[in-house]
């Protein structure tokens, strides 16, 4: 049974400190829980890898949604993932099946392959994902792991949407949330404003940036500004283990995607770095808190993330209410980092 608990405001930090009443009850053991919520292409693969070969991190659970390909094909390749290095005690769960209203459009086949892990076909396991929806495991575990749960959310915020509405308590349960999303001060990727992990629900987006819990958003400012190169993905494939061979295979291409950005075979690195940060493997330079909301009307702002960076010039000075960091800058090139993890996956 979920441990009772009350709130204690948050001093210093917004990070509210969360009080356990019952004292028969104790969270779960656990350390450093973290829930991963992925629409699992390529650089989810990427991100995946990075989680569960990392000692400061106990994946516990995993949520497919959809985006660059259905939520049923990303819990695939997700559990095939994990069976390549015998990871098969990570439940995972299939999660919403398109955006809170209109229809999945098919993801994007093109960037992330028919599969999304680029036309590789992983072995195939026999692991099968949970019963239980995606939503529900999350708002299970958050009363497992009361105040010690961290969430990474790197596709559509459909099921972080849908957890809120089933635990409106949600945001107190929860030790952090960060997510790959939004452009703050670039040029959006599925539209003039909009980022794909926003743009692809609005409204989900929407009702999770308004809730009242820390988020740490990692946006197109640092993801595309941050690459993998040839050389990378050689070290990958010349590496003769499992997983980072079958990560240099599925990256193939997705780097053929990227030449029309950055006019060579290259890729960029949005869900492993919002990964590495919710690890706080990664020193940020410029990294405010901030008010950011999302447009969700019909218009053709939809899905931007609008950030209250008006600060830039002088420090920026604290916001009332204000409860997102926003990545802007990093101290240093992350690929090093990455694929230093990745070569111990
Ligand atoms: C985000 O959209 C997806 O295509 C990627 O996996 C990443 O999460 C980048 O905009
Ligand atoms: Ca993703």
Redesign the pocket.
């Known amino acids: 049974m979920a441990p009772a608990v009350a709130y204690a405001p948050a001093g210093s930090s917004f990070i509210p400190e969360l009080i356990l009443t019952d004292t028969t009850v104790s969270p779960a053991t656990v350390a450093n829980p973290y829930f991963l919520d ?2 699992t ?4 693969s990427l ?1 995946l890898a990075y989680l569960l070969a990392s000692e400061k991190v106990n994946l516990v659970g995993i949520g497919t949604v959809a ?2 390909t259905s939520a049923e094909q990303g819990a695939r390749n997700s559990l095939d993932l994990l069976a390549l290095v015998g990871r098969s005690e990570v439940p995972v769960a299939v999660g919403a099946t398109g955006p809170q209203s209109g229809e999945f459009d098919g993801g ?1 086949p093109h ?2 392959g028919d599969n999304g892990v680029g036309n590789v076909e992983l072995p195939v396991s026999s692991l099968r994902p949970v019963a239980e929806p995606a939503a529900e495991m999350l708002v299970r575990l958050a009363h497992e792991y009361a105040g010690e749960l961290r969430i990474v959310a ?3 915020l459909t099921n972080i949407a849908a957890a809120l509405r089933l635990e409106p308590r949600l945001p107190r349960l929860v030790k952090e949330l960060t997510l ?2 939004g452009a703050a001060m670039v040029p959006g ?2 539209s003039e404003v909009a ?3 926003v743009g ?1 629900d609005a409204d989900a987006a929407s009702e999770v940036f308004a809730a009242d819990w820390f988020i740490t958003m990692v946006p ?1 400012d640092v ?1 595309l500004t941050n690459t993998f190169e040839e050389s990378d993905r050689d070290a990958l494939l010349a590496s003769g283990r499992p997983m980072p061979q079958t990560l240099g295979r599925i990256l193939d291409l997705y780097y053929d995607f990227y030449i029309a950005t950055y006019g060579r075979r290259a890729c ?1 690195l ?2 492993p770095l ?1 990964a590495a940060i919710a690890v706080g493997d990664i020193p940020l330079r410029v990294a405010p808190v901030v008010n950011v909301m999302v447009d969700a009307t019909d218009g053709p702002g939809r899905g931007q993330t609008i950030c209250d960076l008006r600060g830039y010039l002088n420090g920026y000075p604290q916001q009332p209410g204000a409860h997102c960091r926003v990545v802007l800058e990093l101290e240093e090139n992350f690929a090093p980092t990455l694929l230093a993890q990745l070569l111990r996956a």
Do not use: K
């Open positions: 992925c629409d292409g390529i650089d989810d991100a985006g660059n994007v960037i992330h790197i596709g559509p790959m999303g990727n599925i980022e794909a992990n692809n197109l993801t960029a949005h869900d919002a």
